[in-house]
């Protein structure tokens, strides 16, 4: 059950990233980042009014935690998806989404699997794979500078802010998971507009177009909701690695709706993070 539930997080989180990033590449990503936050946070209020977890100070304070490093994360993420191409931005990333939870599980008692350290170093391999290109390549057909250090950062704050999440919830319950979802919403919601406010200097935040953006913090808020809510149910690090497979999702509706095309070698760097991620969820 808990694998099931961590797929409908990844479909969700998927969607949601390739929605946001196309609103990013309209409004920037500081404007989406705010008002996608913002709609994910009023959409899981009904769920926490119903709902109403009772969550310990520790608890409480790691959501929020989790909710300020997403907010960076979720800026990152969108910034570095509106900069290249969503195929090969979003693999990379998710592989930090897997890596970063897996090492925290190991520090904290469960220790990666041989499967899992396979998993690892094909997720690792992908990485470099998507991410190189020649000198001759066309500049459009790779990542460039800025947008590899968009990715990487995206990529550390998108693990820790999903470790910080999961640790959270750890032996809790899924009313647990759900407290938690709303309140790391929270923090990021107002870290975000502090983030957004300081760097745009007194200018108006723009809002993004209106359905995609609804499309982008429902979808957001569902799907880490089901993360958490999947961590409860099993492994924490196996919940992670497995909603990682959000990338899928990204690229495929990349592929069919922006037509993107990357090079064959590329193409085998997504296949080895992918497969890579499939281990660490079965090792």
């Known amino acids: 059950m808990a694998i099931g539930v961590a797929l409908g997080g990844a479909l969700g989180i998927g969607s949601a990233d390739f929605l946001g990033g196309l609103c990013a590449r309209r409004s920037g990503s500081l404007a989406t980042s705010f008002w996608m936050n913002l709609v994910a946070l009023v959409g899981l209020t009904p769920t926490w009014l119903v709902v109403q977890p009772q969550l310990s100070t520790g608890r409480a304070l790691g959501a929020l935690a989790a909710g300020v490093v997403s907010a960076a994360a979720v800026n990152l993420i969108y910034a570095a998806l509106s900069t290249s191409l969503m195929s090969l931005v979003a693999p990379a990333i998710a592989c930090g989404s897997a890596l970063v939870p897996t090492a925290v599980a190991a520090v904290v008692g469960n220790a990666p699997s041989v499967g899992n350290g396979i998993g690892i170093a094909l997720a690792l391999v992908g990485i470099v794979s998507v991410t190189w290109m020649p000198r001759a390549a066309a500049p459009r057909s790779r990542l ?50 502090l983030l957004a406010t300081r ?82 969820s079965t090792g």
């Open 144 to 193: 460039e500078r800025r947008a590899l250090i968009l990715t990487l950062l995206a990529s550390v704050f998108s693990g820790l802010s999903f470790s910080i999440a999961l640790l959270a919830v750890r032996g809790g319950t899924a009313q647990t998971a759900v407290g938690v979802s709303a309140l790391e919403r929270l923090g990021a919601t107002f870290a975000a507009l």
């Open 199 to 280: 760097l745009v200097r007194g200018r108006r935040l723009v809002v993004p177009g209106g359905a995609a953006l609804l499309g982008a913090g429902c979808l957001d808020g569902a799907g880490v909701t089901l993360l958490l809510v999947s961590a409860t149910l099993g492994n924490f690090a196996v919940s992670a690695v497995i909603v990682s497979l959000y990338a899928v999702v990204t690229v495929l509706l990349a592929q069919i709706v922006l037509r993107e095309r990357i090079a064959s070698h590329q193409i085998f760097g997504i296949g080895a993070a992918v497969l890579g991620v499939a281990l660490l």
